[in-house]
């Protein structure tokens, strides 16, 4: 009796700490998406040799989403588009707009007017959004509601003045599952500039 009661207190004392107090800098809405500054399965990138004076924090290997070790960067020079690819799965878009600073609310705006899409913001702030999009399935009123395929994509779109340059950071137009876009979120959110 006396076993079973302290594998009892000492289950209890483990899910008491490991449900603890979160980490302070977790941004976590009701929708799973925790962004937080803990970057274990991340590495650190510059993207000064692509002509963007930042670091950015990248998955590794150990994300577990295909990742390779190396980042590329695919760039035109004098071109405004960068793309910056980790492995198949990570492909983070990087758009030059110069001194347009309104982009993410131009953005919201576009989505708000898209008829065949059902937006829902899970992430909501001034120069930053992560949110899931679903095809509206219209039919036949005689159709059954099973009917049809679920058509859900994840996408992140961000902005950040650098030197007086704005850059947006988003998901490619398709998007990508929830997992990636998590990674591409936190990626953005690590974005520090080169002085």
Not at 20 to 27: R, S, W
Not at 67 to 87: C, N, Q, Y
Not at 140 to 166: C, E, F, L, M, N
Request: hydrophobic share 40%; proline share 3%.
């Amino acid at each position: 009796m006396k076993f079973k009661l302290l594998t009892v207190a000492l289950f209890g004392l483990l899910l008491f700490f490991s449900c603890g107090e979160k980490g302070k800098n977790d941004l976590k809405n009701n929708n799973d998406i925790i962004l937080n500054d803990d970057y274990y399965d991340f590495q650190p990138f510059s993207m000064k040799n692509n002509d963007i004076p930042i670091t950015i924090m990248v998955p590794d290997e150990t994300a577990n989403i295909g990742a390779s070790t190396k980042p590329e960067v695919l760039h035109i020079e004098d071109d405004f588009k960068w793309e910056l690819k980790v492995g198949p799965n990570f492909h983070l878009l990087i758009d030059d707009w110069g001194d347009y600073t309104d982009m993410v609310q131009s953005r919201k705006k576009e989505l708000k007017e898209l008829d065949f899409y059902k937006i829902k913001f899970l992430i909501d702030e001034k120069d930053f959004i992560l949110y899931e999009q679903e095809l509206k399935a219209r039919g036949s009123s005689k159709a059954s509601t099973s009917v049809g395929v679920p058509h859900k994509s994840y996408h992140v779109y961000a902005q950040k003045v650098i030197d007086g340059i704005t850059y947006v950071f988003r998901s490619r137009d398709e998007g990508f599952e929830k997992l990636i876009i998590t990674l591409m979120a936190k990626s953005i959110k690590s974005v520090k500039v080169i002085k």
